[in-house]
Nanobody, 125 residues
């Protein structure tokens, strides 16, 4: 059973940076696919970034060039570096893991079985 705990959220002004972390309860095997998602009040959960077993990263158009996803298997941790933050990035951010061997769902919400509890990011103008 994979348990995920996010941290690193907070309140920043527009243009600022934050780094989110997602600690996994067990070793993040190279076969895992992991992603970051976010949900703003009144909106559906959406994909932000995902990284597959080959280390290929994909990003939502809205965050390309500003956010970077990475993982450190030795530390059982997934990261999301967020730069040049905008007020529209304000949301509850979740990490998710996909461990089934049927291909990476990337940023498809329904493709992930394991989710963290979320960490709040608030960006003020």
């Amino acid at each position: 059973q994979v348990q995920l705990v996010e941290s690193g959220g907070g309140s920043v002004q527009a243009g600022g940076s934050l780094r989110l972390s997602c600690a996994a309860s067990e070793y993040i095997y190279s076969s895992y696919c992991m992603g970051w998602f976010r949900q703003a009040p009144g909106k559906a959960r959406e994909g932000v970034a995902a990284i597959d077993s080959d280390g290929r990263a994909v990003y939502a158009d809205s965050v390309k060039g500003r956010f970077a996803i990475s993982k450190d298997n030795a530390k059982n941790t997934l990261y999301l570096q967020m730069n040049s933050l905008k007020p529209e990035d304000t949301a509850l951010y979740y990490c998710a893991a996909h461990i089934e061997g049927n291909g990476c769902p990337y940023m498809v919400v329904a493709g992930y079985r394991y989710w963290g509890q979320g960490t709040q990011v608030t960006v003020s103008s």
